[in-house]
């Protein structure tokens, strides 16, 4: 699952969203390895809290990146990004 997620982040960084998305997609595949791991050696799951804190950090740091992007250029294309137009 983990190198599915990061073939298509690779392959398709045409749109800023699709690449959030499946940034997201790679995290929620962390957290379930972490999770059967912790299961498993029978750990505590605080880590886990941790690492969910983190995720949902990323991902709205990335969703404001997203609208100010937006609100600048007016799409959400990587390759009309350029430090001159903003």
Known sequence: MYRVGIVSLVLNKYYLLLMLMRIEYLSVVIFFFLYINMFIIKLEMFLIMI?????VCEGVLGLCLLVVIIRCYGNNYVKSLSLLKC
């Open 51 to 55: 690492y969910l804190v983190f995720c």
